[in-house]
């Protein structure tokens, strides 16, 4: 596609229950991000494919946090037993291996109940 | 790890004015992006500037990779400018992620 397509826009859970948060990157794109915003603050990264390998994922914040991405297109992020400090906006963003920089989704804001 | 400051934190204009933001970054980096995040959310890619100087319209940025800083330069400001602009860095070494500064609140009035 033309952009980074990120669904649903906006998910309001219920404190305990799972999500599952869709990216779709730019066709192409071998890199692919995830990032967690905060209000108020600046987009904190969380994990990074390189296809369908995930190459780093120190910034997941606990073992509820799990991301794929099983075909090197199309990645989810799943949060279980979600809990009031996961809400926050969930970024993706997918770059070119020619480097020309990030290009970011419209974002999923969650927020628990 | 490598830290990002950006300033001013807050900042008000009235429209037609100029401004400049600065980003500071602590080591060497490989990408320099300027953002800017419009009251939607979206996270609109201004600027891919490792090093040296580009323009965009009213928007121009320079980055002294040696120095170690950023400017971001917005000449007759708009209400449109509106929104918070973030400056993020990829450090050198082959780390593949950006690290974002806290991001400067820009507010222009008509």
């Known amino acids: 596609g033309a952009g980074v397509s990120q669904s649903p826009r906006y998910k309001v859970a219920k404190r305990g229950q799972d999500v599952a948060l869709r990216c779709d990157p730019i066709?192409?794109?071998?890199?692919l991000f995830w990032y967690q915003q905060a209000l108020g603050q600046g987009p904190e990264f969380l994990t990074y494919f390189q296809n369908e390998a995930q190459l780093d994922k120190s910034g997941l914040p606990s073992d509820r946090f799990f991301a794929e991405r099983p075909e090197g297109s199309v990645s989810t992020l799943k949060i279980q037993r979600t809990q009031q400090e996961d809400s926050a906006v969930y970024l993706c963003?997918?770059?070119?291996?020619?480097?020309?920089?990030?290009?970011f989704g419209s974002g999923t804001r969650l927020t628990v109940v | 790890g490598i830290q990002v400051e950006q300033s001013p934190p807050d900042l008000i204009l009235q429209e037609g004015a100029n401004s400049t933001l600065r980003c500071n970054f602590s080591d060497s980096v490989n990408n320099l992006q300027w953002f800017h995040q419009n009251p939607w959310g979206q996270l609109i890619n201004l600027f891919y500037i490792p090093s040296g100087t580009k323009q965009n319209g009213r928007l121009s940025a320079t980055t002294v990779a040696t120095e170690r800083y950023s400017l971001l330069y917005i000449s007759s400001s708009q209400t449109t400018d509106s929104g918070v602009y973030f400056c993020?860095?990829?450090?050198?070494?082959?780390?593949?992620?950006?690290?974002f500064g806290a991001g400067t609140r820009l507010a222009v009035h008509p």
């Open positions: 963003a997918s770059s070119s291996p020619a480097g020309y920089g990030y290009t």
């Open positions: 993020a860095v990829e450090p050198s070494g082959g780390y593949n992620k950006l690290i």
């Open positions: 066709s192409g794109h071998v890199s």
